[in-house]
């Protein structure tokens, strides 16, 4: 992982001058971060695989808390060395095709039932052949087993302990590695199965395809099934933390599970797979929290009282309305006229939270500072919309439909409107105090002021009108508000990227690099019970309703999902 980490620290700290992060330490092993992690001596470490039950009480009796594992990427499926994807190989001549995890599981645990080929299926002379197995040696000198033991130990094992007549195999020094033995064993024995890496392949064996249950579906493991984890045995890539990771460390954390984080996976020469969007994030598992009874939200009926955004009601009322099914004693009362309406409110802590369409603006932020002594804690909890029917949209970029343009990278738009660009063009947008130009100005790279020409508005749509009518015109606003006779320019983030168009599919993935989102802001510290509900909102549950709203905001990829939990410092399930 130390491409990786190089990457991602010399992208972390352009984008942060102030807080740059740097590799101060390099070892072979994810074993040898553990204690210098533990103590303090680095605040972020690569784990390429599973902690080790040692290593999780050594650091928790040095940190004073249990360390934190975020996955980052998943595995690849076959580079030897690295973390790669485990395949079961048999025999070229066994007939079987395909087995599952639970079979698996009685095959290779010591209390396992199934002991000959027969009790998979297999007739004639496999009926009564005894399996043959064959696997990595479980325990090294240090007490420890190999990461890839460790893996199946739990993801295949689920808590049981290995078949004592397992015949183990150690990497031979300056010889053949382990994985390779194994399947020089499988080729040369009829009966035999094996655990290994789909590279380690040789003449004489053959893959099984595998599932999570007997009744499938099965997959082979081809690169598609690994990236999508479709493949029970993918393997996940990590980052460690502290139990108490700094506000510097949390946004290394979000800036790695970001399009510009995961990007760098794609290219890194282990061939990990970035997280896909499909991959299954943790569903929502209630836990027991106090109904607040004293809080300045709380009604006196009992109602929790929550003010903001308008265009979240929607979404808000069905997100609310199941949380109280699933926690009796809570019931909400929503107030949501405006985004506007959501600062003052949470400032004053007659909000339990603020859903918004937009970030704090500079005079709300110091408003709150002043009153709160701190920040409030901004959750994303989806994309913007690109129906007409609802209020907030991604940031487009339009020109009248006759411009030769055909695309700009964030350098030229900051060019453009800042009033450095020399093709003559006529910027115009929302105006400067407005919050689409603020996002603007967050987001474009050196934008600073808009240039003495620049021409804005107080709605979208009259940008937009002002763009049909004017061929010489280049203007900001809320994507949906497009009319005829202009034309969206697709964006690249830096020079030499390709443009990404501005569609569905390239907002959902995280590639369009003007995309915004909605928001809920909340006090810190969290309250238990407001922790709780925005785990529920970030849920598959709570971004299934999202996704079923009638106004086309779009649910969060799986980095950004796991991006906003590391926010609030939920336990994840393991990636299947």
Known sequence: ?????????????ALHPDTPARVTLRAKFSADF?????????????????????????????????PRLVPVATGSRATKGGTHAIVIFVNE?????HLSLAQLREIFARDGRIRTWGQLGLKGE?????????????????GNPPGIVNFLESRLLAGHTWREDVHEYTDVPGGAQSLELITRAVAADEAAIGYSGFAYAVPGVKALALGETDAGPFFAGTEVEIARRDYPLARTIYLAVGPLPDAATSEFIRYVLGPAGQGAIATDAQKFFPLAESTVLPAYEPRTVEVPRKARYVGADGAIAVIGYND??????????????????????????????????????????????????PTELADYRAA??????????????????ALSGPLAVFVHQDNPLASLTLAEVADIFSGRDTRGL?????????????????????????AANFKGFRQSAEVVGY????????GFAAAMRSLPGVKVLPLAAVAGQAPVALTEANLRVGRYPLDRFLLIHARQPLEPWVREFLGFVLSAEGQGIITRGTLGYLPLNAAEQSAERVKLWLPERELR
């Open 426 to 450: 006529q910027p115009a947008g929302l105006e400067s105090q407005l919050a689409l130009s603020l996002c603007l100005r967050d987001r474009v790279p050196r934008l600073g002021t808009f």
């Open 126 to 142: 496999w009926a009564d052949r005894k399996i043959s197995l064959h696997g990595m040696r479980v325990r090294r000198e240090t």
């Open 372 to 389: 709160t002594g701190g920040d409030p804690l901004l959750i994303r909890v989806a994309h913007c919309s690109l129906d007409p029917k």
């Open 93 to 97: 001549k066994n007939p079987l095709a």
């Open 1 to 13: 992982m130390d491409g990786l980490m190089s990457a991602w620290t010399a992208g972390f700290s």
């Open 312 to 361: 979240m009601a929607e979404m808000m009322a069905a997100l609310s309305a199941r949380f109280e099914a699933l926690h009796p004693g809570f019931k909400f009362a929503l107030t949501l006229k405006g985004t506007r309406t959501g600062p003052p409110a949470l400032a004053q802590g007659t909000s339990a939270f603020a859903p918004m369409g937009a970030e704090f603006s």
């Open 34 to 66: 553990a204690e210098p992690l533990a103590r303090g001596e680095v605040q972020v470490a690569p784990f390429a695989r599973e902690l080790f039950a040692s290593e999780q009480t050594r650091m928790t009796q040095l940190a004073g808390g249990a």
């Open 467 to 474: 763009v049909a009518g004017n061929p010489r015109a280049i």
